[in-house]
């Protein structure tokens, strides 16, 4: 059937960002009369959840959203994959806290988004310290409770991404103890509905090649990247800066060893009974007609 | 004479001209056959039979908590009789214009006391007209000046007029009216039975006027009927000319009969 | 009424619901509502059993039940109690009204943000919500009732000698009975609405995390399951206020006669 | 009451208000109270002029004021609908009563993640939203008025041979009016609270939108200023909801004597 | 003999016994001065002044919305005089125990018939005995099988009987009575006269009786007061020994008097 309307969802941060600012995805869609629509999401699996109903279209989330949302038997692929936040993720105290690593964690309140990248970083950081998940008290939070929480001492630390972590960062001056350069190497997804993948392939092909072009532009012209964001979203100017500088930009095709990293987190996560079910990534997996 | 020409012709008379007591042949107005009604295990009324012929002016008359309202609520089709049957006569089939001067004034709160009146007057008359026919029934109960007001602030007396204004303005068919000027002076209340009595002659309903004062049943209506027990324990024609002087002699008889069989 | 005539007439009422149900199993069996859209009927009471067997969905009851009390029991008491002081006594209302009708404009749930900097997200905060959140009904319905107390019957009590305490319990509570019903049955429902939200915040057990958990995993079974215990339980706790009302306004046209 | 007398019980009431922000604005400036855990007044006051001067907040609230006003619209006409309708008609009261009474025990914010499945993240979903949960307290309050209207002037209005028509605006309505105005000021309440919740739902716009930006970027001071904006809306139509229920209800005993 | 020892003796005597007219030297109940009320621009009552000894019985008439309940509502301090004074005599202070019986029953409907009357009780008698007296005072008014039932299911004229009741069950020092017999049928009427008549005399208070009954009031008071456009225009003793002969001569010839006064 013929394809209208286009939705497209969002974070507050990185390449989807610079492409609606570019208005690159409309000008490549323009000729077939398809209106764009972003929405913007405060985090990964509320998008994932919009997704599975097609109430978007696409949508770009770190690694953890849609491995829970697979588990959960959610209608996604993954379309393709983009640079992970890397430096722009981190779990952090504020700088008067008696926590000096990631080993002293045990036994503390730490907040994070459940189900998110940052998620996932906080159960890497803690295997590769040696401390079992369950010694610490995960307190799962929104990046806006946990805001509060922070503010007024009542988790210990906080694992989140940018530009959450930006603000926080420009606010706090944070002591970071461990970011997802260190621990890590995953990645983040652009994911599709299922059914609209299947039924408008050259759409999804469109819009990835016209996210290449904004990650070129982007690379490029870092200096214009913080100002673009922050018009867009509305965060902070110094908090944008801070994030668009170690933002890595970039968009390419899933490979064999992009799924094999995927699937890693997803047995870690089964293992540690945070998702009910194993699944298998590359059932999820999409790939453009005629690859 | 018929009767109608009898109305056109005492519409020009301005003070009540006399009527003719002799048992014309009319036409029903309304019957009990044999009505009874309970609350719960209570017996209120008990077999109580009544023919009414159309025109008459019946007063009801009993103690108090003998059942007078009771028997109003089921003539004006408000409550249904626990037994027994009520038959009306043929113009008074849907009871259309039964018109109930309650106990209570129930005026309505959120009109003033001239749309209170204009009630009266629904299906009959509306706008300009249905206001002026209030207002001059308002100047006739001596509440002219008082027809813009919240019923709220009248006091009680004068909500009972506001009441039998509403009452009298339409032209009803049957008239049930439960001690409609109990709340009133001896001068205002005179003032008002000679407005009924006069509404009455003019326009030919059915009136059945329930009160607790005998001298003023035996100087208003045809016939007499006392309630005692449940049951009907006097039915008397009052066989006076009218216009009836308070005080004659014939009256005093009557009433005394009445007393007697109130008190005895 | 006649027995018969009452079950003809409440039976009209369920027929809506029946049909409703069956359409919705039959829709779901055909395929035609999908899954992932509207769970079928018995889906959702699969997944009551398995829930019920594991025991996770009394202990989450229990848990959510007990802070809608909690809950409860502070905001509303503060409420009646302000409410009946400023009914009663000029000053304090002089003293207290501009600010209590200033604040009932805020809408509590618009306050989370402040509420998790000053109460933690713990369940300070959620006792908080609710307590709030129930306060206002509770408050504006006593205040309401008794300065809608029939002034007749409070000038009669006057003339009778009645002293302040008699004149209350006498005349001016029972006056203001039915509105503070009123109060009562809108605070259980902004109980229940609150908690809701309220658990939402970093909860680890209650009726509203099992929601979101169930909302993450997209277990709609689960979350269709959750509403439904939901409406049950505001259902019960109306009921309860309902019974409540009954045996005290016995005397108010409106309960006789059932 | 002379002028000066109310002068005086007025200022009373904002004597405690008053002293409550000059305490507040004393302990931020002196460091007792941190920013971050309340701003101060006059930083409020500064967040207020800078997106005011940004056009941001005119913009945000007429989206949601625009929000509020079409769900109220929908969800308030057929609340009142069906209340007329089941307050006046008894097979339509025994088709839909027990129907709607079983819906109202749901909590409609418990229904977002159905609402997201149903109508997706749009204006439709937040419209649904306000809609539903203005339509209880408008179809509750409306059904109750008209239950509640004095027996005895009905039967007065029946006797003096008032149709339906007559009846119900004559009698029925007016007696009904009270009450409606009372679920009026309730529903306008909800109308606001569910729109913040439903604005978080990936919202682009609108005062919840920019409440929860705020919080996500811990800008307490515009946190603090959307709450009291929504205290003001609220406020606003509040007021005028008391209006039009003085302009109506000029019999009332209640409303006499300003 | 005092006037203690001789309530104590009357308390015996069954039938009302004679009571002396010659206005023995007697302290003060109360005093109006020059009292005035307005409601809005309408001039309701305008210079009354009245001043009543102790003990007396009074009777208050006037035409429909004269003023008669705005002047016991002045009485019994539930209104303000817009001008003039009224003083209380030293036992009435705090006019505590001044016992109002209002136009409208004013039952409360919450409470069944007997708390309604134990009201009239409060501050004087609780528990048991506040029942009992309740329930002798019920069976005095003809309401002693009602006792158990909400004041909704019954009469207009049992409401006011329970009114009556719950007036006349305490020891008022001053009682107001607004139209207390106005829904009664002539022989429940002339019942509760008597009642009111036998307590009066037993107790021993200060009776003010609004009422719109002419035969009543020279019936039953010391002293007809008439009202009329906002002013006293007749203040009338009634020297007539008690027990009172109902249409005895002299009583005809005062009640005259007054009509006179009230329709001329
Ligand atoms: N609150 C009020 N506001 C305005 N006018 C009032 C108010 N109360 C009474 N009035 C008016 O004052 C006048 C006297 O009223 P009042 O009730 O004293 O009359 P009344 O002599 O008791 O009459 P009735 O015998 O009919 O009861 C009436 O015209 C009445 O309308
Ligand atoms: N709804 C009811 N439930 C129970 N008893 C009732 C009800 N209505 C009336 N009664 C009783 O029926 C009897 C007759 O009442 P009704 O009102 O007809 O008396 P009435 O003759 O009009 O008296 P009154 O002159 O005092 O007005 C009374 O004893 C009353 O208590
Ligand atoms: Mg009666
Ligand atoms: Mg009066």
Same mark, same amino acid.
Request: with cysteine; aromatic share 8%; net charge neutral.
């Given at each position: ?27 490549? &869609? ?11 999401? #405060? ?15 696409? /949508?770009? #989330?770190?690694?953890? %959203? ?16 983009? %640079? ?120 999804? #092909?469109? #819009? ?84 | ?53 159309? /025109? ?64 009266? &007057? ?143 | ?258």
């Amino acid at each position: 059937q013929e394809l209208k309307q286009f939705s497209i969802g969002y974070q507050k941060t990185g390449l989807p960002v610079i492409a609606r600012q570019q208005q690159v995805i409309e000008k490549a &869609l323009s000729d077939k009369g398809v209106t764009v629509k972003w929405v913007e999401f #405060t985090a990964g699996p509320p998008m994932v959840e919009a997704l599975n109903v097609g109430a978007i279209d696409v /949508g770009w #989330t770190g690694d953890a %959203p849609p491995i829970f949302g697979q588990s959960a038997g959610a209608n996604i692929v993954y379309a393709a994959a983009l %640079p992970s936040n890397g430096e722009g993720e981190a779990i952090f105290v504020k700088p008067t806290s008696p926590i000096q690593s990631v080993a002293d964690l045990k036994g503390k309140r730490v907040g994070v988004g459940k189900g998110t990248s940052a998620h996932n970083l906080l159960v890497a950081a803690l295997e590769k310290a040696g401390i079992p998940f369950d010694q610490i008290t995960p307190v799962y939070l929104s990046p806006a409770d946990a805001a509060a929480a922070f503010a007024s001492d009542q988790i210990d630390a906080w694992t989140v991404w940018d530009p959450f972590f930006a603000i926080a960062e420009t606010r706090y001056q944070p002591r970071v103890l461990a970011r997802s350069s260190e621990v890590l190497k995953v990645n983040t997804y652009f994911l599709a509905n299922k059914d609209f993948a299947k039924a408008h392939p050259e759409t999804v #092909t469109t #819009t990835i090649s016209a996210l290449g072009e904004a990650a070129k532009w982007a690379d490029q012209n870092r200096d214009k990247v913080a100002a673009a964001l922050h018009e867009v979203t509305g965060v902070p100017l110094d908090a944008q800066i801070i994030a668009a500088n170690r933002t890595k930009f970039g968009i390419f095709p899933i490979t064999d060893q992009i799924i094999a990293g995927q699937q890693a987190t997803a047995d870690r996560f089964y293992k540690l009974g945070l998702i009910p079910n194993a699944v298998r990534i590359s059932d999820a997996v999409w790939t453009a007609p005629g690859n | 004479m018929t009767a109608a020409s009898l109305t056109a012709v005492r519409s020009f008379v301005a003070t009540p001209p006399a009527r003719p007591v002799e048992p014309i042949e009319r036409q029903r107005a309304f019957a009990f056959k044999g009505v009874g009604k309970r609350f719960g295990d209570k017996t209120v009324l008990d077999g109580i039979d009544l023919d009414v012929p159309a /025109g008459q002016f019946l007063a009801v008359i009993g103690k108090s908590g003998c059942g007078k309202s009771t028997l109003l609520r089921l003539l004006a089709g408000l409550d249904r009789p626990t037994s027994g049957s009520l038959t009306y006569g043929v113009e008074e089939q849907g009871h259309s214009r039964t018109r109930f001067m309650f106990q209570e004034p129930r005026l309505l709160p959120w009109a003033s006391v001239v749309k209170n009146v204009e009630v009266g &007057l629904t299906g009959i008359a509306s706008g300009a007209e249905a206001t002026q026919r209030a207002l001059d029934i308002l100047g006739e109960v001596g509440l002219a000046d008082r027809a813009d007001e919240w019923p709220s602030v009248l006091s009680g007396g004068q909500k009972q007029r506001v009441a039998l204004a509403r009452a009298l303005v339409g032209h009803p068919q049957i008239l049930a009216l439960d001690e409609p000027l109990g709340a009133l002076d001896a001068l205002t209340r005179i003032e008002m039975q000679q407005l009924l009595e006069r509404i009455w002659i003019t326009q030919k309903f059915t009136a059945v006027l329930v009160t607790h004062d005998v001298a003023e049943a035996v100087a208003l209506a045809d016939r007499v009927v006392v309630i005692s027990e449940g049951r009907i324990a006097l039915d008397l024609e009052v066989p006076v000319e009218r216009p009836r002087r308070r005080g004659s002699v014939e009256l005093a008889r009557l009433e005394g009969r009445i007393l007697d069989r109130l008190f005895g | 009424m006649s027995f018969g005539a009452r079950l003809r007439s409440n039976g009209i009422g369920w027929l809506l619901p029946a049909l409703v149900i069956a359409g919705w199993e039959i829709a779901s069996r055909a395929g035609v509502m999908p899954a992932n859209v509207l769970p079928a009927p018995s889906a959702v009471a699969e997944a009551f059993w398995r829930l019920t067997l594991s025991g996770e969905l009394i202990r989450n009851i229990g848990v959510s039940t007990a802070r809608a009390l909690a809950g409860f029991a502070v905001g509303g008491s503060i409420g009646f109690a302000l409410g009946l002081a400023n009914g009663l006594s000029t000053l304090s209302r002089g003293l207290t009204d501009t600010t209590l009708q200033m604040i009932r404009n805020i809408p509590h749930l618009a306050l989370i943000p402040l509420v998790i900097l000053w109460f933690g997200i713990d369940e300070e905060a959620k006792l908080f919500l609710v307590a709030l959140g129930v306060f206002f009904p509770i408050y504006v319905n006593t205040l309401l009732g008794i300065q809608s107390v029939d002034p007749q019957l409070v000038e009669m009590g006057r003339v009778y000698g009645m002293d302040r305490r008699a004149l209350f319990f006498r005349v001016i509570l029972p006056g203001a009975l039915p509105a503070i019903f009123v109060g009562l049955r809108y605070a259980l429902g902004i109980m229940w609405l609150t908690l809701i939200v309220a658990e939402t915040i970093s909860a680890s057990s209650g009726l509203g995390y099992m929601a979101m958990q169930a909302r993450e995993f997209l277990l709609i079974d689960v979350v269709v399951l959750s509403i439904l215990i939901y409406a049950l339980l505001g259902k019960l706790a109306d009921s309860l206020a309902r019974l409540l009302e009954r045996l005290s306004l016995g005397w108010h046209p409106a309960f006789q006669n059932g």
